[in-house]
């Protein structure tokens, strides 16, 4: 188990969640500047926002490592009008990320479904770790990004298995701006992640996490090469 | 969200992961006779054992409920030889169900993976509660059937959505044979349950579930009304 047909033909040291947004991005390029061997898993709920699939898609590529794609966007018919924007049952707000109005892009229980799959996956190639890039301001708006939560889940992720996986947030104490900073600091391609939620040609400019996105590059005064509507 | 299209009207007060097998559909019908509410889902791990969904099946129609079938085959290909013997990877070994062999048949991380979908479809359609049938048999061989498991994952439950849900264990302190006695108090038709990891037309008699299984009507003192091989 422990070799594989990887890139690498050893087992990875880090089971990375990648959506192709900024922060994981830029985690994940954080992660192989310091010598993890890093294998990316991306989670397709079937959201609007496919763009950012193709992201995730292209920054493993860029970085030459094996990247999974998981379709959970059976979830949509499952919980049948539960699923909030992201699944497409209403239509996206428009607004600052932290409104109470981006509740509707809450995907319920997405987290744990995402990280035990994720553990699953490190189990299995007998990776030591999970990483993903919840930072300081998720967790106001999704219960499921709350730090007590994420203990939680370290917590399950530690017994499931005889193979013990541990669950990293490297960013969970960090800004956004912070984060553009360091990806900035990386020379990662941050112009080519996705964040809005929207899915157009190009980011519309005035979704959530377009504004959070905006308002990070210009704390951080990182210029922001994102082409907006 | 309260009020669904379900077959009751109501917003279900159980979420039953039932397997098909004896145990969970003996838990269903125990659900059932005590008045909760009961919406079904199964999952499907690309087992070969899919004689066991079928059971599932049959158990949900019978009695009147709403069922899903959640498709988590593509967990086999995702975890690439990780999987063990239920994705079909290695021989299903004989045997007793408590041996060292039967380390084979666990899918690593089925419990999370399965109880975080099935929280999803509880914080979706506002059930309080999910159950499964994990009993006192099951925690020696695969870590996440231990009761430290089953503790944390309820306190992940608790915290992933401002909607509450726990996770309910009624069988776990109980032997197979006490829930053999159980389903034959109900009428539960026992014998149309599946527990044989093998799949063939009738139950093999010989595998690890089905030694387990023949025990279980033995020392309850139930007639076993099972087809083996």
Redesign the interface.
């Known amino acids: ?1 422990a070799k ?2 990887g890139n690498t033909g050893v087992a990875p040291s880090v089971i990375a969640i990648v959506s192709g947004g900024l922060d994981s991005t830029v985690m994940l390029q954080w992660a192989v500047s310091r010598g993890s061997v890093v294998e990316v898993v991306t989670f397709d709920y079937g959201q609007r926002h496919r763009r950012e699939i193709d992201s995730a898609r292209c920054a493993a590529s860029r970085l030459g490592l094996r990247h ?1 794609v ?2 959970l966007s ?2 949509g018919a ?6 909030g924007a992201l699944l497409g049952d209403v239509a996206v707000p428009d607004g600052h990320y932290a409104d109470e109005s981006m509740k509707a892009t ?8 995402m990280l ?2 994720a ?3 490190a ?3 007998k990776a030591p770790m999970v990483a993903y890039a919840a930072h300081a301001g998720d967790h106001a708006i999704y ?2 990004c ?1 730090p ?2 994420a203990s ?2 370290d ?3 530690r ?4 193979h013990e996986v541990g669950i990293e947030r490297p960013f969970v104490a960090m800004t956004k701006a912070q984060i553009v900073r360091i990806g900035s600091d990386l020379s990662v391609p941050m112009h080519q992640t996705w964040s809005c939620y929207k899915g157009g040609d190009v980011h519309c400019g005035t979704c959530g996490t377009c504004v959070e996105r905006r308002e990070a590059f210009a704390v951080a005064g990182v210029e922001d090469l994102t082409v907006y509507a």
């Open positions: 188990m594989r047909d999974d998981v379709d059976f979830l499952l919980y049948r009008g539960g699923g809450v995907v319920p229980n997405r987290n744990a479904i035990s799959i553990v699953g996956v189990i299995a190639r219960p499921d709350r007590v939560f939680a889940m917590v399950v992720a017994l499931a298995d005889w």
